[in-house]
């Protein structure tokens, strides 16, 4: 038996070796890639189903929370039912001053692509999602994902004909060039194990407001610039250290993703980072 | 048998890409291809596994981004702790079971870490690894038992061991 067990641990890791080897050469790209075409009507149909299920038993956990959570909602409305009287009158302003910025037209020749998000890597390790357009919808390697209302998702990282993996900008490996609105700070987000964003390479002479909105910048060239991140959560001044610690607090919950939108129009420039 | 293994297998394999990582929490997000063969190997046979655990790591690295064969030499300890069951070293199979889920779960988050790292996915000071293993190893253990006592019961004549009552 012990033989017999040899014999199958050497042909598991040279069959294994060959592979990645081979994965990471692109070979087994049409076969990976007929595999999963049947598969992710079916994983779109699991997702769908336990998505509710799993935003429930989440919800449960957190019953505590929820109430904290429910009374601060109620006066956040409160708030904002009568910020609302005067966001009214200056709707029509704004409307103006947005075809001015041409922010819409702008956002529109990137020539987003929707996209359900169908799975998630079930490796731990990282923070990837799975979506159900690929290569046929004109999705390629490196392109910039924005969630429904424009919020950074993360960039693309493996492509089939029709499916694509995700990498979250949570993900450890993801960084990302970015500035804190108002201030105008400039630093690189970065992705941590656990999922939480930090704001890195922040100078300590700096002003950091908490809440202010993080976005992207276009340093770097990775990304088009002004996509919203996150907000600032935590500063944190040690004077021992040669930058400030600032936490973000991700503009997406990640988890509930449902739908995105893949910018095909937006080409980034190789710089490095995320 | 493998009629009925390779696409519960595939089954398990989407849930685990499909339907666990909808919750938010990695305390609840069990490794179930893992788990499935962990209890497999004790309850059923682990000669059985050679066939099943590579099917399972190939199931697992299609439906994620890794390259093709991660996840089949990250489960092939799996196997190899599958047949310390024929030693009968632990006096119950349902512990045996627990052992060797958590045992696995280990060697699968290291070899998955070395394997990706080698293949140019640095974990930056290794602490993906850190905040992954130990919910992995407690959720796994947790979910064993719900996987062993099933598949316990369809083993009659499944196991050409020595042992020929159960134990647990």
């Known amino acids: 038996m012990t033989s017999r067990l040899f014999v199958w641990a050497t042909v598991v890791v040279l069959l294994s070796a060959a592979g990645i080897k081979g994965s990471q050469a692109g070979l087994l790209s049409p076969v990976e890639g007929l595999i999963l075409r049947p598969l992710a009507p079916v994983q779109r149909l699991l997702h769908a189903v336990a998505q509710p299920v799993a935003d429930f038993v989440t919800n449960v956990g957190r019953y505590g929370d929820l109430r904290a959570e429910n009374q601060r909602l109620r006066t956040e409305n409160e708030r904002l039912r009568s910020e609302n009287a005067e966001l009214q009158e200056a709707r029509h302003e704004v409307q103006e001053l947005e075809t001015l910025l041409g922010v819409k037209e702008g956002f529109r020749q990137y020539q987003p692509v929707a996209a359900r998000v169908v799975g998630r890597d079930p490796n731990h390790l990282r923070q990837v999602i799975a979506i159900d357009q690929g290569q046929d919808a004109g999705l390629r390697e490196g392109m910039v994902v924005v969630g429904e209302g424009g919020s950074l998702v993360g960039r693309v990282e493996k492509v089939y004909g029709d499916y694509a993996f995700v990498r979250l900008i949570t993900d450890h490996q993801s960084s990302v060039t970015a500035l804190v609105e108002g201030s105008r700070v400039t630093g690189v987000v970065n992705g941590s194990a656990e999922g939480r964003l930090t704001l890195d390479l922040v100078p300590p002479d700096t002003n950091v407001a908490v809440n202010a909105n993080v976005v992207t910048s276009n340093l770097g060239g990775n990304y088009p610039d002004a996509l919203l991140i996150g907000r600032v959560s935590k500063v944190e001044d040690d004077p021992s250290r040669h930058f400030k610690a600032v936490q973000v607090e991700p503009a997406l919950d990640f988890s509930s993703l449902e739908f995105v939108l893949v910018l095909t129009g937006f080409q980034p420039r190789p710089l490095g980072g995320g | ?168």
């Not at chain 2, 493998?2 to 297998?9: G, K, N, R, S, T």
């Open chain 2, 1 to 168: 048998m493998y009629y009925v293994a390779v696409p519960l297998l595939l089954l398990v394999a989407l849930a685990q890409s499909a339907v666990l990582p909808a919750f938010a929490t990695p305390w609840l997000r069990p490794d179930l291809v893992l788990v499935l063969l962990a209890a497999w190997a004790v309850a059923r046979s682990p000669e059985e596994l050679m066939v099943l655990a590579p099917l399972g790591g190939v199931w697992l690295d299609l439906l994620g981004p890794a390259p093709v064969g991660v996840s089949v030499l990250a489960l092939a300890p799996v196997v190899l702790l599958g047949f310390l069951t024929e030693l009968g070293i632990v006096s119950s199979d349902l512990l045996m079971a627990v052992f060797v889920t958590v045992a696995g779960t280990v060697l699968f988050y290291l070899i998955q870490a070395a394997v990706l790292d080698l293949s140019g996915y640095s974990l930056a000071s290794l602490d993906a690894l850190r905040a992954a293993l130990l919910p992995g190893v407690l959720v796994n253990a947790a979910v064993t038992p719900v996987l062993y006592f099933p598949l316990r019961a369809t083993r009659s004549g499944a196991r050409s061991t020595l042992r020929s009552t159960p134990r647990f």
